[in-house]
């Protein structure tokens, strides 16, 4: 027959076998899903995941008593909180206990901070890796900032005291510039930073045209904090990002991957700004020497031209009384020698009339005649046609010294 046990006794018989063989305090890894301070004591929920799936394949609850609790945070100062925070990964000493009514648990007594940084450089690593394959390291900052940076999409905290850093020096700059800055609320740390980051850059990019660049801030933090801000889907969003994206998230010496990804890198909120004042401050110093250039080129132009325009005037003014000059000793000249002219014209003309009265002379009837021509007349008229002679009229025959009368016996042609 079967032996049957009470609950007790199975759970007797289980502490007593993980009494003996978990005698000393294991180490061991985990993430913690859940963490709860109350009554001196520390209550946490240690998970394990699949690599692959995130499935979790293992859970545990786990308690720091309150007097290793305060010798646990003496050791560990500030890290205490940074390290023991929902979704870090830690490496705890741990008593395994077992209790025939409360079941098993994990009594925390020693936590080594050196795993959860070696474990968050790993995955930096493997982020800075896989954004290497995919071509996205420098993606964003081969993109051309603007001439002028002035409207900007602030992602940040509502609280943060970065912002109001970030906003004080803006505000208070020396040239006078105006800015517009429209906040995009996101948690800066935490477990919250990569969804939140990524939801705001949605938003953004639906209205991207209405701004020249995104800025991502924060105040200052731990290491662990600066962790946040490796991870691979909120890296991936910023590298991919239209706009270029600056960053300063308050790191003096440390750099994030998200500062390898983005447009530019600055250290703190407050150098952000100081790089915008400086940005647009070299625009309008360029803007200042196109001018001076332009001023410079245009008084050297009109200076020029004024020389030209001299140059011109006195070489008017000397042509003019020189062409002046030559017209008066023109008119001495004719003045003076209209008279000689005149007289030299008129002796010339006076030739010419009486070449052509000698001319006329000759050409005359009477001179023609002389030289063995006559004329021949009926009725008055002289005859230049023999058609026209009337034979029953006398006709005259005129020469030199004197008229023959005949009559015309026969005419022949």
Known sequence: MTDIYSLYDLNEFIRQVLTLNFQEPMWLTAEIAQIDLSKG?????????????????????????????????????TLFHEILQEGMEVKVQAQVDFHERYGLKLIIEAIDPSYTFGQFAIKRQQTVQELQNL??????????????????????????????????????????????????????????????IIKQLKKIALKRKDFDAVIIIRGGGSKLD???????ELCKAVAKFPLPVLVGIGHETDESVLDLVANRSLKTP?????????????????????FQAVQYYAQDYLHQSQLDLVQKEQFIQSASRQFVAVQRQQLDYMWKNTGKSAVVQLQQESTKLHFFNQICGLLSMKETIKRG??????????????????????????????????????ISK
């Open 270 to 290: 407050t150098a952000v700004a100081e790089f915008l004042i400086n940005h647009n401050a070299q625009f309008e110093g360029r803007l200042q020497q196109l």
């Open 226 to 232: 600066l962790a946040a801000f490796d991870q691979l």
């Open 41 to 77: 004591s520390c209550y946490i929920n240690l998970i394990q995941k699949e690599a692959d799936t995130e499935r979790i394949i293992a859970q545990s609850n786990a308690i720091i008593w309150p007097s290793t609790l305060r010798r646990i945070k003496a050791k560990m100062g």
């Open 135 to 196: 071509n996205l390291l420098n993606l964003n900052s081969r993109l051309s900032l603007p001439k002028v940076l002035q409207r900007l999409a602030v992602i940040s905290s509502e609280t943060a005291a970065g912002l109001q850093d970030y906003i004080s020096q803006l505000n208070n700059n020396l040239y006078g510039y105006d800015f517009q800055n429209q906040l995009f609320p996101a948690a800066v740390q935490g477990i919250k930073v990569q969804e939140e």
């Open 373 to 410: 021509f006559s004329v021949l007349y009926q009725n008055g008229k002289a005859i230049h046609d023999v058609n026209i002679l009337d034979q029953e009229q006398i006709i005259e025959n005129v020469l030199a010294d004197g008229t023959i009368e005949s009559k015309i016996i026969n």
